[in-house]
């Protein structure tokens, strides 16, 4: 009887040890769809350029945005933007820029260059940085009343703050829109001055002028700092189905310190420097109305039409 028992229990152990061997793996079925991408960013081509389309520029953008930036010259940060600031150089390569581009006095402070930018002209009043108010405004017409008076949005973006018509987390100086008091501007304060974080790039109003904190804006902190903060917001908007459309305009504004660092980023945009045009304030303003299809303001009437010379 014990022969039987031990052959039995080879068989067993025989059967056991092939069982624990290491099994041929199974393939798993391949998905029927592409796994949606996890960013705008992975949603564009890693080669498609943002600008440089030989196409016709439309007459008129949806939206046209502007992330502003604080006291650098091109000397400062190089010619359409050095190697330390790889986002930005990036774009200089690729889109356009204006080696002569001087602010609107050189002789005064960010407020007057900010103030001046969107309404066409200098405000004798609103100079020397001083905050918003009876003595320091102006009522002259601006881009945002066009667009608001036109049923449109214009929205002036503060980082830092977390309530609407605040220079809360920021300086009054940086933010144009505090300082309009014409006509009903003040009435619409809380919609035309808003925080930073109800900025959509996927829902735009039509006329974006961007504060950014005095830290990411440059004026306390370093180029990198400058660059890294452009690579988080402004990568965005033209990921967006919009710009990748030919509907949005995309700017970015330096103030003081000539010659002023500047880049018109649109999908036709010619690519690299344009040279041989003093550019500014005024021509800057004429071609944010132009691709907005509003009238001109003051200087801006008499300007240079720079859509043309950057193809945008």
Same mark, same amino acid.
């Given at each position: 009887?014990?022969?039987?028992?031990?052959? %039995?229990?080879?068989?067993?152990?025989?059967?056991?040890?092939?069982?624990?061997?290491?099994?041929?793996?199974?393939?798993?079925?391949?998905?029927?769809?592409?796994?949606?991408?996890?960013?705008?960013?992975?949603?564009?081509?890693?080669?498609?350029?943002?600008?440089?389309?030989?196409?016709?520029?439309?007459?008129?953008?949806?939206?046209?945005?502007?992330?502003?930036?604080?006291?650098?010259?091109?000397?400062?940060?190089?010619?359409?933007?050095?190697?330390?600031?790889?986002?930005?150089?990036?774009?200089?390569?690729?889109?356009?820029?204006?080696?002569?581009?001087?602010?609107?006095?050189?002789?005064?402070?960010?407020?007057?260059?900010?103030?001046?930018?969107?309404?066409?002209?200098?405000?004798?009043? %609103?100079?020397?940085?001083?905050?918003?108010?009876?003595?320091?405004?102006?009522?002259?017409?601006?881009?945002?009343?066009?667009?608001?008076l036109a049923g449109r949005r214009a929205v002036n973006y503060v980082e830092g703050a977390t309530t609407p018509c605040s220079d809360e987390g920021n300086k009054p100086k940086h933010i144009p829109a505090l300082y309009l008091w014409g006509a009903d501007d003040r009435a619409h304060c809380d919609a035309q001055v808003r925080p930073f974080s109800d900025f959509?790039?996927?829902?735009?109003?039509?006329?974006?002028?961007?504060?950014?904190?005095?830290?990411?804006?440059?004026?306390?902190?370093?180029?990198?700092?400058?660059?890294?903060?452009?690579?988080?917001?402004?990568?965005?908007?033209?990921?967006?189905?919009?710009?990748? %459309?030919?509907?949005?305009?995309?700017?970015?504004?330096?103030?003081?310190?000539?010659?002023?660092?500047?880049?018109?980023?649109?999908?036709?945009?010619?690519?690299?420097?344009?040279?041989?045009?003093?550019?500014?304030?005024?021509?800057?303003?004429?071609?944010?109305?132009?691709?907005?299809?509003?009238?001109?303001?003051?200087?801006?009437?008499?300007?240079?039409?720079?859509?043309?010379?950057?193809?945008?």
């Open positions: 009887m014990r022969r039987p028992l031990i052959l %039995a229990s080879l068989v067993v152990v025989v059967l056991s040890a092939c069982s624990s061997s290491t099994p041929t793996a199974t393939k798993r079925p391949k998905p029927t769809t592409a796994p949606e991408p996890t960013s705008t960013s992975a949603a564009r081509p890693s080669n498609q350029s943002p600008c440089g389309k030989t196409t016709t520029p439309p007459t008129h953008y949806d939206s046209v945005v502007v992330f502003s930036f604080e006291n650098r010259s091109w000397d400062e940060v190089g010619a359409g933007f050095g190697p330390a600031m790889p986002y930005l150089h990036d774009l200089g390569t690729q889109c356009s820029w204006f080696p002569d581009w001087t602010e609107i006095d050189r002789s005064e402070k960010s407020l007057a260059q900010y103030v001046g930018q969107v309404i066409g002209t200098t405000e004798p009043t %609103a100079v020397a940085d001083c905050k918003p108010s009876v003595t320091c405004h102006t009522t002259e017409d601006s881009i945002f009343r066009q667009l608001r959509d790039p996927n829902r735009l109003p039509a006329f974006a002028f961007v504060t950014p904190t005095q830290c990411n804006d440059g004026h306390d902190c370093a180029d990198q700092t400058v660059d890294a903060w452009a690579r988080e917001h402004v990568q965005p908007v033209l990921d967006s189905a919009a710009y990748r %459309a030919g509907k949005v305009a995309v700017f970015i504004w330096y103030d003081e310190s000539a010659p002023v660092p500047n880049l018109w980023i649109t999908p036709t945009a010619a690519v690299g420097a344009r040279n041989g045009v003093a550019a500014g304030p005024a021509g800057t303003l004429r071609a944010w109305q132009s691709m907005l299809g509003v009238p001109c303001l003051k200087t801006a009437c008499s300007a240079t039409d720079l859509r043309p010379v950057t193809h945008s």
